[in-house]
């Protein structure tokens, strides 16, 4: 059981919209950032969304995050299907002084 | 060209020990905190430790804590992961990351290094 919670699975059809939902507590999304993490299939984890709604240089603006209270969101505009992968969302937790994540939401392109 | 190598996995018994290793290059090592992820089998991704700049603070999942021992020596620019008491649920792909201080993201990933505790 994760501490932060995330669907499972989502899924779109190309040039679509989808966003991934990343629920936690305060002591964890509520007074800390949250990152959101692509892990392409076979590959390492890369860093997509920083500080809540930053993005890395390289990341395409078709990725981004938003934070409200202890909730957050990763949006996916122009859906294609290189960006079918597992997607996380990770924060610090305060309580347990250590970083907490998601189950990950695997996402198909229909 | 940030880069981390690990290495020092295999395959290890039920309560035996492994240490893992994490090469980094392209940065200044000694400025940056780093922290081990891991993930199972077909699982989500799991922290397991971390450690700042310095070494002088580490920190650790519960999941592991009083088993594992995360290091760093600054003049060979490597990080280290030694696990004792090893179960079948520490099987899993190892990754090194790194990080601009330890309650900041994981910006730079390695390839991971698969340890697999069975009989």
């Known amino acids: 059981q994760s501490v932060l919670t995330q669907p499972p699975s989502a899924s779109g059809t190309p040039g679509q919209r989808v966003t991934i939902s990343c629920s936690g507590s305060?002591?964890?999304?509520?007074?800390?950032?949250v990152y959101w993490y692509q892990q392409l299939p076979g590959t390492a984890p890369k860093l997509l969304i920083s500080?809540?709604?930053q993005r890395p240089s390289g990341v395409p603006d078709r990725f981004s995050g938003s934070k409200s209270g202890t909730s957050a969101s990763l949006a996916i505009s122009g859906l294609r299907s290189e960006d079918e992968a597992d997607y996380y969302c990770?924060?610090?937790?305060?309580?347990?002084?250590?970083?907490?994540f998601g189950g990950g939401t695997k996402l198909t392109v229909l | 060209e940030v880069q981390l190598v690990e290495s020092g996995g295999g395959l290890v018994q039920p309560g035996g020990s492994l240490r893992l290793s994490c090469a980094a290059s392209?940065?200044?090592?000694?400025?940056?905190?780093m922290s081990w992820v891991r993930q199972a089998p077909g699982k989500g991704l799991e922290w397991v430790s971390g450690?700042?700049?310095?070494?002088?603070?580490?920190y650790y999942a519960d999941s592991v804590k009083g088993r594992f021992t995360i290091s760093r020596d600054n003049s060979k620019n490597t990080l280290y992961l030694q696990m004792n008491s090893l179960r079948a649920e520490d099987t899993a792909v190892y990754y090194c990351?790194?990080?601009?201080?330890?309650?900041?993201?994981?910006?730079?990933w390695g390839q991971g290094t698969l340890v697999t505790v069975s009989s």
């Open positions: 990770a924060a610090w937790d305060d309580s347990l002084s250590g970083w907490v």
């Open positions: 500080r809540n709604n």
């Open positions: 450690i700042s700049y310095s070494g002088s603070d580490t």
């Open positions: 305060s002591s964890n999304i509520g007074t800390n950032y």
């Open positions: 392209g940065f200044a090592f000694s400025s940056y905190a």
């Open positions: 990351a790194k990080q601009p201080n330890q309650v900041r993201e994981f910006d730079y």
